[in-house]
């Protein structure tokens, strides 16, 4: 008699899955090794409205401005729709023109003074904010916000009418102090004393930013290093030089740079003062481009010259972007 077999044939025991996966499953086969090309441009896309915001609000008027700076453009050219190509020549009589040279310097020392002035004030407020209790805290960033938040205009007109010659505040308080002469002192006279205004102002509205970030950057050092310096005996300027200082380098390297490029720019406080006088003997660059290209209506002069002060901005930020580049080499 035949035996019938078993229709459900016996499976021989084969490799263990550890997976838990049917071997002929697809998903024990090999996986993606990498992401795929959606993956891989999304940060490209996703950054694309920002640079092309970026290249239209910031490339293109500077591309507008060299092509000015190539151009015999005054009052005649312009009305007449006029277009005379002269090249470079604008910025060759810059370059050898006296009073170019004498407004470069001038601004070069106009700048480093002010962000000396910026860079102690605002760390000696910094490590003021960090010493005082909350209530005395507060009370002082809000003074220092309110300075910080106040427009350039604003600001120049409040301390117009504090220097004012025949009203003003500083007159009459040095008066009252038995400084008779100072009743009626014109501080705007003369050169030295129409720095003096514009660099307090700019110097009073920068420190604040200074400031605060002095304050925060104080609140990331651990507190066992200051304990450790003072159990070494370390007074307060060894604290500052050995355990602020070398914590806090990157904080003091980009703001000074940050302010030199924030000073060697401003325009307003400086125009809106006296208008880079008496006798222009106040004017930086950016007073000098504009008095050249809209006061005196030579516009390209006014470009080129506009160009050669973001070519200098551009030199002195190379020692930065070199320690920028060293710092991430090091990491």
Same mark, same amino acid.
């Given at each position: 008699?035949?035996?019938?077999?078993?229709?459900?044939?016996?499976?021989? *025991?084969?490799?263990?899955?550890?997976?838990?996966?049917?071997?002929?499953?697809?998903?024990?086969?090999?996986?993606?090794?990498? *992401?795929?090309?959606?993956?891989?441009?999304?940060? @490209?896309?996703?950054?694309?409205?920002?640079?092309?915001?970026?290249?239209?609000?910031?490339?293109?008027?500077?591309?507008?401005?060299?092509?000015?700076?190539?151009?015999?453009?005054?009052?005649?050219?312009?009305?007449?729709?006029?277009?005379?190509?002269?090249?470079?020549?604008? @910025?060759?009589?810059?370059?050898?023109?006296?009073?170019?040279?004498?407004?470069?310097?001038?601004? /070069?020392?106009?700048?480093?003074?002010?962000?000396?002035?910026?860079?102690?004030?605002?760390? %000696?407020?910094?490590?003021?904010?960090?010493?005082?209790?909350?209530?005395?805290?507060?009370?002082?960033?809000?003074?220092?916000?309110?300075?910080?938040?106040?427009?350039?205009?604003?600001?120049?007109?409040?301390?117009?009418?504090?220097?004012?010659?025949?009203?003003?505040?500083?007159?009459?308080? %040095?008066?009252?102090?038995?400084?008779?002469?100072?009743?009626?002192?014109?501080?705007?006279?003369?050169?030295?004393?129409?720095?003096?205004?514009?660099?307090?102002?700019? /110097?009073?509205?920068?420190?604040?930013?200074?400031?605060?970030?002095?304050?925060?950057?104080?609140?990331?050092?651990?507190?066992?290093? @200051?304990?450790?310096?003072?159990?070494?005996?370390?007074?307060?300027?060894?604290?500052?030089?050995? /355990?602020?200082?070398?914590?806090?380098? *990157?904080?003091?390297?980009?703001?000074?740079? %940050?302010?030199?490029?924030?000073?060697?720019?401003?325009?307003?406080?400086? @125009?809106?003062?006296?208008?880079?006088? *008496?006798?222009?003997?106040?004017?930086?660059?950016?007073?000098?481009?504009? /008095?050249?290209?809209?006061?005196?209506?030579?516009?390209?002069?006014?470009?080129?010259?506009?160009?050669?002060?973001?070519?200098?901005?551009?030199?002195?930020?190379?020692?930065?972007?070199?320690?920028?580049?060293?710092?991430?080499?090091? %990491?």
């Amino acid at each position: 008699m035949a035996v019938q077999s078993d229709p459900v044939r016996a499976q021989a *025991p084969g490799p263990s899955n550890t997976d838990g996966a049917v071997p002929g499953d697809s998903l024990s086969g090999p996986r993606r090794s990498g *992401p795929g090309l959606l993956s891989r441009f999304a940060p @490209y896309a996703l950054l694309a409205p920002a640079m092309l915001a970026t290249l239209t609000l910031l490339l293109w008027p500077l591309v507008n401005t060299f092509v000015l700076s190539l151009q015999n453009l005054n009052k005649r050219q312009l009305i007449q729709h006029l277009t005379e190509w002269t090249g470079f020549s604008n @910025y060759t009589d810059q370059l050898t023109s006296a009073d170019f040279w004498h407004t470069t310097e001038r601004s /070069v020392v106009f700048t480093a003074i002010n962000v000396v002035l910026i860079m102690v004030g605002g760390t %000696l407020v910094g490590l003021l904010l960090n010493r005082l209790g909350s209530k005395m805290r507060l009370t002082l960033g809000v003074g220092l916000i309110l300075a910080w938040a106040m427009p350039f205009v604003a600001q120049s007109t409040v301390y117009l009418w504090l220097f004012d010659s025949r009203y003003g505040v500083v007159n009459w308080g %040095l008066d009252k102090l038995g400084w008779h002469s100072m009743a009626t002192y014109n501080w705007t006279g003369n050169q030295a004393s129409t720095f003096f205004v514009i660099i307090l102002l700019i /110097v009073w509205g920068s420190i604040p930013f200074v400031a605060f970030n002095m304050y925060a950057g104080l609140t990331t050092i651990p507190t066992e290093l @200051y304990e450790a310096a003072r159990m070494d005996g370390a007074g307060a300027f060894k604290i500052f030089s050995s /355990v602020i200082y070398p914590s806090l380098k *990157p904080f003091f390297l980009g703001t000074t740079f %940050l302010e030199i490029i924030w000073v060697f720019k401003s325009f307003t406080q400086v @125009y809106t003062i006296d208008g880079g006088g *008496p006798e222009r003997s106040t004017e930086t660059m950016p007073v000098y481009s504009f /008095v050249e290209g809209i006061g005196n209506q030579h516009f390209g002069v006014g470009s080129a010259i506009a160009i050669l002060t973001m070519v200098m901005l551009a030199l002195a930020m190379v020692p930065y972007f070199r320690v920028i580049l060293k710092q991430e080499d090091e %990491l």
